[in-house]
T-cell receptor
Framework: EPEVTQTPSHQVTQMGQEVILRCVPI?????FYWYRQILGQKVEFLVS????????KSEIFDDQFSVERPDGSNFTLKIRSTKLEDSAMYFC????????????FGSGTRLTVV | RKEVEQDPGPFNVPEGATVAFNCTYS??????FFWYRQDCRKEPKLLMS???SGNEDGRFTAQLNRASQYISLLIRDSKLSDSATYLC?????????FGTGTSLTVIP
């Protein structure tokens, strides 16, 4: 079964440092997403990406965040200057297109900011 | 008002019991509905889509009530392996909104 792959599985970084979280969505999917889940809380939408541009973003996705799809396979989330409150599980997801398709999630990157 | 509201539980039920979860959504334009299962510290995994006519997959039955804007998940004959958090997800436009999840523990 096709998978969404995320690396690394766990990242520890110092406050103020930049991190890049990487995702390889399913190859024939067209819509890509980043979500985060703070421990014990709900899955929160960050950003959606379609046709090489951001289609929607949430209030969480401020100027410290950016996304890229540099080479047609990878889909990255960059946090420029991490804060303690950025500590969370970050999930990448993709879906094939419009219509009644659910997301396929990657296994997540656990980001710990110290 | 939250897009999706869900009773967080926890639900603790004995093996073999039937348990039901409900979820309400606020946007009447929402077009698709899903149930996800999330194990501790893992990613959500798609359990089933929810169709207007209701649908069943083995021990799991999902229902949608558009008039009242809620979806439900019924699990019959609970197994220990059903212990997890169940998230409802509502697709509005191209964005999914998730409920907080309902925690289920099936007890031997």
């Amino acid at each position: 079964e096709p998978e969404v792959t995320q690396t690394p599985s766990h990242q520890v970084t110092q406050m103020g440092q930049e991190v890049i979280l990487r995702c390889v969505p399913i190859s024939n999917h067209l819509y890509f997403y980043w979500y985060r889940q703070i421990l014990g809380q709900k899955v929160e939408f960050l950003v959606s990406f379609y046709n090489n541009e951001i289609s929607e973003k949430s209030e969480i996705f401020d100027d410290q965040f950016s996304v890229e799809r540099p080479d047609g396979s990878n889909f990255t989330l960059k946090i420029r200057s991490t804060k303690l409150e950025d500590s969370a599980m970050y999930f990448c997801a993709s879906r094939p297109g419009q219509g009644n398709y659910g997301y396929t999630f990657g296994s997540g990157t656990r980001l710990t900011v110290v | 008002r939250k897009e999706v509201e869900q009773d967080p539980g926890p639900f603790n039920v004995p093996e073999g019991a039937t348990v039901a979860f409900n979820c309400t959504y606020s946007n009447s334009a929402s077009q698709s509905f899903f149930w996800y299962r999330q194990d501790c510290r893992k990613e959500p995994k798609l359990l089933m889509s929810v169709y207007s006519s209701g649908n069943e997959d083995g021990r799991f039955t999902a229902q949608l009530n558009r008039a009242s804007q809620y979806i439900s998940l019924l699990i019959r004959d609970s197994k220990l392996s059903d212990s997890a958090t169940y998230l409802c997800a509502v697709l509005t436009g191209n964005q999914f909104y998730f409920g907080t999840g309902t925690s289920l523990t099936v007890i031997p």
